[in-house]
Each structure stands twice: as C-alpha cells, then as structure tokens.
C-alpha cells in the first residue's frame, strides 16, 4: 500500500531538502514544487499565479516553505515583495490545496512573525505586531493558513535561527569572519535561540502528523540559551583556537557601528559593523519551544555545542 503524499515548496532550499529525505524515512511519497527545473511543478510565488493544477490528485499534505527570506535592510519595494511573495502567494496555494481536497497544510513562518513584548523566553501568547514587512506577511500568511477554513489540519511552524550544513546565513558568516580573526570578542548577555535543521523538520512531521496540532502555532528550538559571546567562544574551540580572555567594551563597538553608518550612507553599501548589525549582535532573540514539546512530544536531538565540528567540516570542504 502507498503511504501518504505530501507536497513540498521551496524543497531545493536548506529546510526543505532535509525534509524532503525525512519524509520519504517516514514513508511518504514527495513532489516538489518550485522555480527549479528540478522541481515536479513549477510555481514562482514571487508571481502568485494561480495554482488549480500545482497539487495531483492524492496529495495528503502540503508543507509550504517557499516565501522571501529576511533581509536587513527595508524598502517599499520590499514590503510589496514581501506582501505577494509570502502573504498572497500562501492564499493561493491554499485555495490549490482546498480544491485539491488536501487535508493537512503546515507553513514554515518565523518567530519574528510578532515583535517583542519585553518577556524572556517568548512563546506562542505574544502578541505584539511585527515591526517590519518581512514579520507582517509573515503574520498575515499565518492568519491565512489558520483561519481561512481552507484545510481540516492547518499548522504553523515559527522556527528559531536555523543552523546545519549550509554555506548561507550568519552562522557560516560569523565562522568564517572568527576563523580569519574579524570577529570581535562581544561582551556576555544576550540571549539567543536556535535550532538544528534536522530537528525543524522532525518538528513539520510531528506537526503534520498529531491530530492535537491542528490550529495551532509552535515555536521551535534546540531548547538552548545562547549568548552571541557563547556562540564565539565554541567557534573558536572547534576551529582549535585558544580561548580569548575578555571583551571589546560596548562603547567601542558603538562607536565603530556609528562610523559603519556614515560609510553607509556615503558609498551607498553596508559596512561590515553598522548599527543595526551591532544590534542583532548584542540584542536578545530569545524564545520557548516549551508548547511543541508539551503537546507532540517533540524532543531536539542537536545542539549547537555538538553540531559546530560538522559544520566546520561541511564548510571547510565546500572552499
């Protein structure tokens, strides 16, 4: 007997290959839809064409990770890209999936979905609206996939910072910037999340799977608190560096992300060190994966600590 199908956007992407063998472990049978000619369908939600034949006939689940990813700096441009992109691309794959007769849909979102609210850890109660336009679509694909009514099972997924084998994103940066000695040594205190990329997909499967998930949102983490400080000194311990006793001072950093500014908006480009890197450095990101693990079961099998020497390896190999 064939076991369940399940459909999976953006499945080129770092999540979504991880996903795609963990599904078929678990006995599923994939599609993929994307811009890729590796993908069974094409679909480009940066288009948010509509989709009546993206979903054949016997696809039980949908998990749509494809959307516009974060970027530091803001513009009306992006705002609308990110409007069409991960909002109205989201209600038109839904209304596929509706005509589809899919019954378990779980969207990949983010934990900057909602703004802060001043607790530590934040979980699934916060309720303060995103501050940027990549928060908002977010948040306003997530209303769409919860209270649209258009799939008996709708899930949401807001994951933590996202580490594993993967050249793209900060981690790979700030171990690149460490191993060549152009990362400063931060001062302690800030609190950070993350989450192994195994561990996000195996929480998708669990979600997708429990009748109990159905209408809820869950936050995911390795359930570890990381200052940007911890991340820098393991860093170092993998790369075999010695330890570095001290700190630059907060006021030198500043000072530094004030000039970074200036040579911003004098070349039209971003310093390494502006003010807004300098406060995703040292500003807090913290949150509580306490609900998923309540409610599914869900247990992390990865933390950074451990998983840092693969990644080294993983890059290493890849220069």
Not at 175 to 189: C, E, M, Q, S, Y
Not at 290 to 306: M, S, V, Y
């Amino acid at each position: 007997m064939a076991g369940p199908k399940a459909l999976v956007t953006g499945a080129t992407g770092f999540i979504g290959c991880v996903l795609c063998g963990k599904l078929k472990q678990h006995g599923y049978t994939v599609a993929s839809a994307g811009r890729s000619d590796a993908a069974d369908f094409y679909w480009d939600p940066a288009t948010a064409a509509d989709a009546p034949d993206l979903l054949g006939a016997g696809v039980d689940t949908v998990f749509h990770l494809a959307g516009k990813a974060h970027a530091l700096a803001e513009n009306r441009q992006d705002a609308a890209e990110y409007r069409q992109i991960n909002s109205e691309a989201t209600r038109k794959l839904l209304i596929a999936a509706q005509r589809a007769g899919v019954q378990r849909f779980v969207y990949f979102s983010s934990v900057k979905a909602v703004g802060e609210d001043g607790r530590q850890p934040l979980d699934e109660t916060a309720d303060v609206p995103a501050a940027d336009p990549y928060g908002q679509s977010k948040y306003a694909a997530e209303q769409l996939v919860l209270h649209g009514g258009y799939v008996p099972h709708p899930v949401v997924i807001r994951p933590s910072m996202v580490y594993g084998n993967s050249g793209k994103g900060n981690l790979p940066r700030m171990i690149d910037a460490v191993r060549k000695g152009l990362f400063p040594p931060l001062p302690p205190g800030n609190r950070r999340s993350m989450v192994h990329v195994d561990d996000v997909a195996a929480a998708a499967i669990l979600a997708a799977e429990r009748p109990q998930a159905a209408g809820q949102v869950y936050i995911v983490t390795d359930g570890q608190c990381y200052s940007t400080r911890d991340i820098y000194d393991m860093i170092r311990a993998a790369l075999g560096k010695p330890p570095v006793n001290g700190s630059v001072p907060l006021p030198v950093l500043r000072a530094a992300a004030k000039f970074g500014d200036l040579y911003g908006r004098l070349a039209g480009r971003r310093f390494p060190l502006d003010s807004d890197s300098l406060d995703k450095l040292t500003g807090s990101a913290w949150y509580s994966s306490a609900k998923i693990r309540r409610d599914l079961g869900f247990e992390p099998e990865h933390t950074l600590r451990d998983t840092l020497p693969e990644i080294i390896r993983y890059l290493s190999h890849r220069a």
